[in-house]
């Protein structure tokens, strides 16, 4: 079955622009077009201006008609508008990845399966590291060459730094933790044995989850090929969007 993703873009605070591309729409393909072909505030205007698409190929290409050519929805369907990355609502079910064009410039990659938001050149050059050293990945994935293993490793990531991080420096955090009784290096190893780990922490853990907004956004260093910060916001406090977040 074709993957199908939601390329979006920030134009104004609070108005992001959304829409569909049905097919291809995996790191691999349509994430790593974004960063060759559409990458540029140039590029991803005329990207935008195509409307929603069946595929995404090289800038141009929509008028060869060729196999790996952009072809537009038909009818045409223009891109949907609403005012919060937590508001776009596709026009197509089982969306499986999530690309947005930040007001800082640059695409980030955004899993439902989860709440991480990451930037897109991390994702592709990370996938392509793993890809060659699976010896870094836990066994059952290293012969695993999709991007599974690369997604799996970010709920890994984020669940560490939920459980041993944040406690550190949030006393409300650490104070729910040890009211519910959690046993926090049981959790945290049980989870990380599990495929989709933040997920499965969502559904069994939802007042522990749910105590921050939806959303963790992971930021790398100068190079774009190490995450060095993850930013997170309570529910409590009042609500920006991610690209506000310091």
Same mark, same amino acid.
């Given at each position: 079955m074709s993957t199908h993703c939601v390329i979006a873009r920030r134009l104004a605070k609070n108005v992001i622009q959304y829409g569909c591309i049905i097919c291809d729409g995996d790191l691999d393909a349509v994430g790593l077009r974004l960063i060759r072909w559409y990458n540029t505030p140039k590029r991803v205007e005329y990207l935008f201006s195509l409307g929603q698409l069946e595929s995404l190929g090289v800038p141009g290409s929509e008028n060869s008609g060729g196999i790996m050519a952009t072809r537009k929805i038909n009818p045409p369907c223009q891109h949907k508008i609403c005012e919060s990355e937590n508001e776009m609502r596709p026009d197509i079910d089982f969306i499986d990845y999530y690309y947005i064009y930040e007001s800082d410039g640059k695409w980030y990659y955004d899993n439902p399966d989860s709440v991480c938001k990451v930037p897109l050149l991390y994702s592709l050059y990370r996938l392509e590291r793993l890809r060659n050293h699976p010896e870094e990945l836990?066994?059952? *994935?290293?012969?695993?060459?999709? $991007?599974?293993? #690369?997604?799996?490793?970010?709920?890994?990531?984020?669940?560490?730094?939920?459980? *041993?991080?944040?406690?550190?420096? $949030?006393?409300? #955090?650490?104070?729910l933790l040890e009211s519910k009784q959690i046993n926090v290096d049981d959790v945290y190893k049980q989870l990380c044995e599990m495929d989709f780990p933040i997920a499965k922490m969502n559904n069994d853990l939802k007042q522990i989850f749910r105590y921050f907004y939806p959303h963790f956004v992971f930021k790398t260093d100068s190079d774009g090929d190490r995450i060095v910060k993850i930013l997170h916001r309570k529910v409590s406090e009042p609500r920006l969007e991610t690209i506000e977040w310091e």
């Amino acid at each position: 079955m074709s993957t199908h993703c939601v390329i979006a873009r920030r134009l104004a605070k609070n108005v992001i622009q959304y829409g569909c591309i049905i097919c291809d729409g995996d790191l691999d393909a349509v994430g790593l077009r974004l960063i060759r072909w559409y990458n540029t505030p140039k590029r991803v205007e005329y990207l935008f201006s195509l409307g929603q698409l069946e595929s995404l190929g090289v800038p141009g290409s929509e008028n060869s008609g060729g196999i790996m050519a952009t072809r537009k929805i038909n009818p045409p369907c223009q891109h949907k508008i609403c005012e919060s990355e937590n508001e776009m609502r596709p026009d197509i079910d089982f969306i499986d990845y999530y690309y947005i064009y930040e007001s800082d410039g640059k695409w980030y990659y955004d899993n439902p399966d989860s709440v991480c938001k990451v930037p897109l050149l991390y994702s592709l050059y990370r996938l392509e590291r793993l890809r060659n050293h699976p010896e870094e990945l836990p066994k059952k *994935y290293q012969s695993d060459r999709s $991007d599974f293993p #690369f997604r799996q490793e970010n709920d890994r990531i984020l669940l560490k730094y939920v459980f *041993y991080e944040i406690p550190k420096i $949030d006393p409300e #955090f650490k104070s729910l933790l040890e009211s519910k009784q959690i046993n926090v290096d049981d959790v945290y190893k049980q989870l990380c044995e599990m495929d989709f780990p933040i997920a499965k922490m969502n559904n069994d853990l939802k007042q522990i989850f749910r105590y921050f907004y939806p959303h963790f956004v992971f930021k790398t260093d100068s190079d774009g090929d190490r995450i060095v910060k993850i930013l997170h916001r309570k529910v409590s406090e009042p609500r920006l969007e991610t690209i506000e977040w310091e």
